[in-house]
C-alpha cells in the first residue's frame, strides 16, 4: 500500500486551500476559533480579495491570510503568523480597523456597519509571562467590563503553547488547533479523531501531497525555506543584540562600578581620616595634661613610680620633665 505524504497546513498554500477556497471549513474554523454567544454562529462565508496593505518581503514569507464575510455583512481577518514582530499587533489593528472604515461610502449610514473580526494564529509564543494560549481583545469599558463597543473584536491564538487538556469544552476548537499544530510532512498516520469528523477529515484530504502540482509543491518548498531563512536572521539579530547589550552592560557596568568604588572609598577615606585625626588629637592632648600633671607632682617631690602610676607616662618621660 501507498503510503500517504501529508503537507504542512501553516504554509501559504495549503492554509490558503484549505481555508480559502472551501467556505465549509472555514465556516467551521471561525465558529470553533472566535467567542461567539447562543445564535451569532456563522452560517455560511463567502470570501474576499484578501490583501489590505502593500506586499512586503517579510509578510509574503511570515504572514498568510484570508479574508471573508458571512450572510449579515460581518468580516473575518484570518491570518497564520509564523513568528512574532513587535509590530504585528498595530499591523493587525490596522487592517482591522481599514476593513471597518471601507465598509461606509457616500451611500450608507454608520447604522449598517457591521463588526469586523480579526483572527491571529501565531507560530510563535508572544505573552511568555501568560500560561493561557488563546486572548481575546475587545473595546470596552475599564469598570464595567460587560459594556462592550461591538465594531472590532481581535483574538490572538499562540500555538505552540497549545494543549488539547487545556481546552476541556470545545471539542471543535481542540480538533482544528491540533490539526493546525499536529499535521506536517512527518506525518503518516491519522488519529482517530480526525477521520472521524466530517470538517478535520476533509481539510487532511486537502493536505495529500498528490492533491498539488509540482510548481505548487516548488512553492511550498520555497515558502518554508524562506521561513527558515527569516528565522535564522531572526535569531541572529537576537543573538547580536543580545551579546552586545551584555557587553555594554558590563562596560557599563564596570565604569560604574569604579566611579561608586572611588567615590565610596574617597568618602571612607575621609571619614576615617576624620575620626583618625580626632581621635590622634585627643590623645595628644591627654598626653600634654599628663605632662603637665607629672611635672606639677614631681615639683611636690612625689616618688616618679608613684607618678607614673598616676598619668599613665613612662619613668624617662617623667625623668625629662
Request: proline share 4%.
Amino acid at each position: 500500500m501507498k503510503v500517504l505524504r501529508y503537507l504542512d497546513p501553516r504554509a501559504d498554500l495549503t492554509f490558503k486551500k484549505i481555508f480559502g477556497e472551501h467556505p465549509d471549513l472555514t465556516t467551521s474554523f471561525l465558529n470553533a476559533l472566535l467567542p461567539f454567544k447562543d445564535g451569532e454562529q456563522i452560517e455560511t462565508v463567502e470570501f474576499l480579495p484578501a490583501e489590505l496593505v502593500p506586499n512586503t518581503p517579510l509578510k509574503k514569507n511570515t504572514i498568510v491570510d484570508v479574508r471573508c464575510k458571512d450572510t449579515h455583512g460581518r468580516q473575518f481577518l484570518v491570518e497564520m503568523q509564523m513568528y512574532w514582530t513587535d509590530t504585528f499587533m498595530q499591523r493587525v489593528l490596522f487592517n482591522a480597523s481599514k476593513a471597518y472604515v471601507r465598509q461606509l461610502d457616500k451611500a450608507c449610514h454608520y447604522s449598517y456597519l457591521q463588526p469586523v473580526y480579526s483572527l491571529s494564529l501565531v507560530n510563535d509564543i508572544f505573552e511568555p509571562k501568560m500560561k493561557e494560549f488563546y486572548h481575546l481583545y475587545d473595546i470596552v469599558n475599564i469598570e464595567h467590563t460587560d459594556k462592550v463597543i461591538d465594531g472590532l473584536h481581535f483574538v490572538f491564538v499562540e500555538l505552540p503553547k497549545f494543549k488539547p487538556q487545556s481546552v476541556l469544552d470545545k471539542k471543535m476548537m481542540v480538533l482544528w488547533l491540533r490539526f493546525l499544530t499536529e499535521m506536517h510532512d512527518d506525518v503518516r498516520e491519522i488519529p482517530d479523531e480526525f477521520i472521524e469528523n466530517p470538517e478535520i477529515h476533509k481539510a487532511v484530504t486537502l493536505l495529500e501531497e498528490s492533491s498539488y502540482t509540482e510548481a505548487q509543491l516548488y512553492g511550498y518548498e520555497e515558502f518554508w525555506d524562506a521561513v527558515m531563512v527569516e528565522r535564522t536572521i531572526k535569531d541572529d539579530a537576537l543573538k547580536y543584540g543580545t551579546q552586545q547589550g551584555m557587553k555594554e552592560g558590563l562596560e557599563k557596568g564596570m565604569k560604574k562600578g569604579m566611579e561608586m568604588g572611588i567615590k565610596k572609598g574617597m568618602q571612607q577615606g575621609i571619614e576615617k581620616g576624620l575620626q583618625q585625626g580626632i581621635e590622634k588629637g585627643i590623645e595628644k592632648g591627654r598626653t600634654a595634661l599628663m605632662l603637665e600633671m607629672a611635672q606639677k607632682l614631681k615639683a611636690l617631690n612625689y616618688p616618679i613610680t608613684d607618678i607614673a602610676k598616676t598619668t599613665g607616662l613612662t619613668i624617662d618621660q617623667i625623668e625629662k620633665l
